[in-house]
């Protein structure tokens, strides 16, 4: 939520776009996403500073952004700016690329390693 406020602080509208269930088990392995890309896209549509939310099964949203065109194009800062999917479509029309940083803990990884320690914990 801190990181999406963020980036919506960036510009006029936030659109996420949010890779369907097909493209996150391909990329992920066959145990993810936790959830399906309704809930996903539903929780996300619910916050007041999300202007739309479009689905995507492309392995990266290098097709999105293109039809998209956003002015500015945030990502986690875990990228190098020049490596972020779509850098190149954003920058040729003159925008912006941002990278942001992450609250340390609560990607979906690490919030799924913590169920399954304490689960192990109480056994």
Do not use: C, W
């Not at 936030?14 to 809930?39: C, W």
């Not at 999300?50 to 875990?78: C, H, N, W």
Request: charged content about 25%.
């Amino acid at each position: 939520i801190d990181y999406l406020a963020k980036a919506a602080d960036l510009g006029d509208k936030l659109i996420i776009g949010v890779n369907t269930y097909a493209s996150v088990s391909r990329i992920k392995g066959p145990s993810r996403p936790i959830s399906n890309q309704q809930s996903r896209a539903m929780v996300l549509a619910s916050f007041s500073f999300v202007s739309m939310i479009i689905l995507f099964d492309e392995p990266t949203p290098y097709e999105l952004i293109r039809t998209v065109q956003p002015d500015v194009l945030v990502k986690g800062a875990d990228y190098k700016i020049e490596e972020i999917v779509g850098y190149d479509i954003v920058k040729a029309k003159g925008g912006t690329v941002f990278t942001l940083d992450y609250l340390a803990g609560y990607s979906t990884s690490a919030i799924e390693q913590r169920i399954l320690d304490k689960n192990k914990s109480q056994l």
